[in-house]
């Protein structure tokens, strides 16, 4: 989801921007109207997530897939070892570890694999070795419904957090991270794109062979602008940080992201006909997720869902049931009307 409100204005806005009669994706990513656009951009991400003055922003091309390739392209080699730790926590992180192996040597230090990822296996400083060049993680499994509510403190070991699917929900000591990237599409933008935030000290250190368009010193040096980039991305991006700042800035979301996933997490844990899928301890609150007793009631309850209104639930193949995908944009009342659904989908086939 996008906010209402942002949706609105790109419509108003879209055939004529800033009453200069063109489109904002007719307008060069080099003119003094686009500068604007990314600067305020810059503005109020630092802004909202009080990011430390020693972390650069890029704009990057490929999303967050293409981010599982940049990392150990860049960051490999900051030790000669060409080492780095994954933890593995489901089939994003799991995907980005297979691809890292390409580069170095990849240690899956923790895995939650046995337990099809319904929890988080620990990360300490003790299962990393000195000479690795960073460790990994992802923040949010969007499709377990899983999310760490504090990241692990590596102290030397510079820690890359994959927060995709829960970047800016709540707020984060980013002095503590190496690198956060994101694609743009869960809880930013438009797919396609990705946002990375990286200590200024780790770029710069990238392999020969990476492409120049996954070399983070190149978009450092250009302001994320080397090639022509994806103007109506970064644009889209702006307004929802502004609407973010409108709705209070992270912490003002992360109260409302709580109540949000509490309304439904009550209704599971006072119902025996929910059964959540993620162990409490580590239970998400951008993604719920819960199975019924068997596929059958599973599918009618998704019919029965979209004939009230509620859309997109089905769980990911690889866990099945039901997931309620509820990123910053998804008001409370989103939420209550599912609850409700739940309630009365229990009174009826319970
Ligand atoms: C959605 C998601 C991705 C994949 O993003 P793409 O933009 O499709 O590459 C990666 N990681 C996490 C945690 C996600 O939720």
Known sequence: MLPRPVMQQI???FLNYRDMGVSVIEISHRSKEFDAVINRCDELIREISSLPENFKI?????????????????LLPLKAAHKAVYSETGNFSKQANVEAARYGEIIIASSGEDTN???LPPLTRDMVPDDASYAYITSNNTIYGTQYKSYPDLGDIPLVVDATSDI?????DYSKLGLVFASLQKNLGPAGMGLVLIREDLIGHAMKLTPSLLDYAVYESSHSLSNTTNTFAIYTTCLVMEWMKDQGGVDALALANAEKAKTLYQVIDNSGFYQGIA???????????FTLTDDDLSQQF??????????????????????????????????QALAAFMQEFERQNG
């Open 58 to 74: 890029l704009y990057t091309h490929g999303g967050a897939r293409m981010q599982f390739s940049a990392v150990p392209m860049n």
């Open 168 to 172: 800016f929900s709540r707020p984060v």
């Open 117 to 119: 990822y319904d929890r």
């Open 11 to 13: 419509q108003e806005e």
């Open 302 to 335: 998704l019919t029965e869902a979209l004939a009230n209104g509620l859309y997109a639930l089905k769980g990911h193949r690889a866990v099945g049931g039901i997931r309620a995908s509820i990123y910053n944009a998804m008001p409370l009342e989103g939420c």
């Open 279 to 289: 162990c409490i301890e580590d239970r998400s609150l951008m993604n719920v997720t």
